[in-house]
């Protein structure tokens, strides 16, 4: 069974931090990029991060840039989203995501998403002003 188990999340205040992780089960972990995408209420669901498992290239939209680091832990089949400096406009529902399609062609376009081969049950990320 495929499972993309996620983890943190919660509520803070601007400026502070948290720490996402996801843990992947049931396929081969080096096969995929993992990562994260969110969508707050209101609008689309966009990407944030990603990881490719086989060679560690990463992925950031702009606005996370220098905020935001992913990591991967292969031994533990496990993706860390370390956010840092966060603010209220960070805000939204934080899903997990696997895909072994371009991670360019799963973040360009909110089409692209329909390559994404498995969803976590995502989490919530309340900033706070």
């Known amino acids: 069974e495929v499972q993309l188990v996620q983890s943190g999340g919660g509520l803070v205040q601007a400026g502070g931090s948290l720490r996402l992780s996801c843990a992947a089960s049931g396929f081969t972990f080096d096969d995929y990029a993992i990562g994260w995408f969110r969508q707050a209420p209101g609008k689309e669901r966009e990407g944030v991060s990603l990881?490719?498992?086989?060679?560690?290239?990463?992925y950031y939209r702009d606005s996370v840039k220098g905020r935001f680091t992913i990591s991967s832990d292969n031994a533990k089949n496990t993706v860390y989203l370390q956010m840092n400096s966060l603010k209220p406009e960070d805000t939204a529902v934080y899903y997990c995501?696997?895909?072994?399609?371009?991670?360019?062609?799963?973040?360009?376009?909110?089409?692209?998403?329909?390559?994404?081969?498995?969803w976590g049950q995502g989490t919530q990320v309340t900033v706070s002003s």
């Open positions: 995501a696997a895909t072994q399609a371009p991670i360019v062609v799963v973040t360009s376009t909110p089409r692209g998403q329909r390559l994404i081969d498995y």
């Open positions: 990881i490719s498992s086989s060679d560690g290239s990463t």
